[in-house]
């Protein structure tokens, strides 16, 4: 994976762009529409109601196969009718990250100080790279094993090719043509977060190697089978799924401070919206809901009235 590629997945977390225009409260008629409207769009997703308003939670899972279609432009219908809407966090990124990128990219993508893999995997692991790389013809002796997951991810399982609309995506532009109040959920700098993944030793990835190594060897066919559950409604499949895991597994989101900052961002960013009047429309990574411990729960122990398909 060449340096400019690295950038675009270190850093392609979503991002949106703030509206200062107000939105008016909807009426309840509206409301339901909307809510009935986005359910049916065959992306997961729960409503949480309160004396204020309703709050709509997108469960998005990027890169869904075109083989397991939803419905998108219900979505987007939906995101139409909202008051307000919250994307993901944008990484605002300047000329002088990516001129670090380009001068120092070699420190992310090799093992350091001439080190290979078999100075930190055990036997077994090494074993198992080794099964893979002849499988691929591919030689990831030296490479950054962050690097390694994300090429056994992106290229060899090849999640990202032959997918659909993504929901943030879709709810964006509804935002843009309707005028609807838009902002991300929270900002991180791209020098911070550099700083985060130069600073990140090898070890720290070796759970993400561990991930993305058992999705490979169970094969492509865990691409298909994460949309299918997907678009099913089978939140705790989608969460179980190989491919899911592993992405959960790799940085950012098991950095303690970067991951937690994420998650965090979201857990404010609804609290606040539960409170507000008529609908607000939230387009979360799944992972981020679901998981244990994650944002549905967290909502779940305030007593807030939830309902969508089961998380776990």
Not at 102 to 111: C, H, M
Not at 136 to 145: A, I, K, W
Not at 245 to 262: F, V
């Amino acid at each position: 994976m060449n340096r400019s590629r690295l950038l675009l997945f270190a850093l392609a977390l979503s991002a949106s762009i703030a509206c200062p225009v107000a939105a008016q409260e909807a009426a309840p008629d509206a409301t339901e529409e909307v809510v009935v409207t986005a359910r049916n769009s065959g992306a997961p997703m729960w409503t949480v109601r309160t004396p204020a308003g309703v709050v709509l939670v997108v469960g998005e899972m990027r890169n869904v196969p075109k083989a397991t279609p939803w419905y998108p432009d219900r979505l987007e219908k939906a995101a139409g009718g909202a008051q307000r809407i919250i994307l993901g966090t944008k990484a605002k990124v300047s000329p002088g990250d990516i001129l670090r990128l380009i001068f120092s990219g070699g420190k992310l993508t090799k093992l350091p100080d001439g080190r290979v893999a078999a100075d930190y995997l055990d036997a077994q692991r090494l074993a198992r790279l080794r099964a893979i790389e002849a499988r691929y013809e591919q030689d990831y002796d030296r490479r950054n094993f962050l690097i390694t997951s994300f090429d056994l991810l992106s290229r060899r399982l090849a999640f990202s090719k032959d997918t659909g609309d993504d929901a943030t995506d879709v709810v964006r532009k509804a935002a843009r043509r309707g005028d609807i109040p838009t902002r991300p959920v929270g900002e991180v700098r791209g020098e911070d977060m550099l700083d985060n993944l130069f600073a990140a030793s090898p070890e720290t990835h070796i759970p993400c190697l561990d991930a993305a190594m058992t999705a490979a060897e169970v094969g492509p066919e865990i691409v298909l089978a994460r949309g299918k559950a997907w678009t099913g409604y089978d939140v705790p499949a989608v969460m179980a799924n190989p491919l899911e895991t592993a992405l959960g597994r790799c940085w950012p989101w098991t950095d303690t401070n970067l991951g937690a900052e994420l998650r965090g961002q979201w857990v404010v960013a609804l609290d606040e919206a539960v409170a507000q009047p008529g609908v607000t429309l939230a387009v979360v990574p799944i992972r981020v809901l679901a998981e244990e411990g994650g944002v549905l729960d967290q909502l779940k122990a305030r007593g807030l009235d939830i309902s969508g398909p089961r998380w776990r």
